[in-house]
């Protein structure tokens, strides 16, 4: 289960620090410029979108570097579950909005960061 988790964390910190830094660094009209899988800024300020955008590469940093590095990997459950917030709020945001079909991937995310946070905490612990 380790190499799962390792698997699942690293797909996720790859998403993540891609998905995060676009939105940290692309304006606000360029993202929704994507296409309607990214309407979802209407919603919010540029500030707001940069500060998601901030909280998913931190979240990708913390699935990887504190265990890479040995140093606090508690930060990689507690990463873990700081994307199932995220991807909470994602998803009820879609939901809102009634992008229906854009709550899959979001549902998908969720699932994935749900699996890292149980694991680290629970049987595959790096403190165990």
């Known amino acids: 289960m380790d190499v799962a988790l390792w698997i699942v964390a690293g797909v996720l910190a790859v998403a993540y620090l891609l998905?995060?830094?676009?939105?940290?660094?692309v304006p606000k009209e360029k993202i929704f410029a994507f296409g309607?899988?990214?309407?979802?800024?209407?919603?919010?300020?540029?500030?707001?979108?940069?500060?998601?955008?901030?909280?998913?590469v931190l979240a990708a940093i913390g699935l990887i570097l504190p265990?890479?590095?040995d140093i606090?990997?508690?930060?990689?459950?507690?990463?873990?579950?700081?994307l199932v917030v995220l991807m909470t709020g994602a998803a009820i945001?879609?939901?809102?909005?009634?992008?229906?079909?854009?709550?899959a991937a979001d549902f998908v995310y969720l699932a994935l960061a749900g699996f890292?946070?149980?694991?680290?905490?629970?049987?595959?612990?790096?403190?165990a």
């Open 116 to 127: 890292v946070a149980w694991g680290r905490f629970g049987p595959e612990s790096f403190t």
């Open 72 to 82: 606090a990997p508690v930060l990689v459950p507690i990463a873990a579950a700081g």
């Open 93 to 103: 945001t879609r939901i809102r909005r009634r992008e229906f079909k854009y709550v």
């Open 36 to 56: 309607p899988s990214a309407h979802w800024v209407e919603d919010f300020s540029a500030g707001g979108v940069k500060t998601i955008g901030s909280l998913e």
């Open 19 to 25: 998905g995060g830094g676009g939105k940290v660094v």
């Open 67 to 69: 265990a890479v590095l």
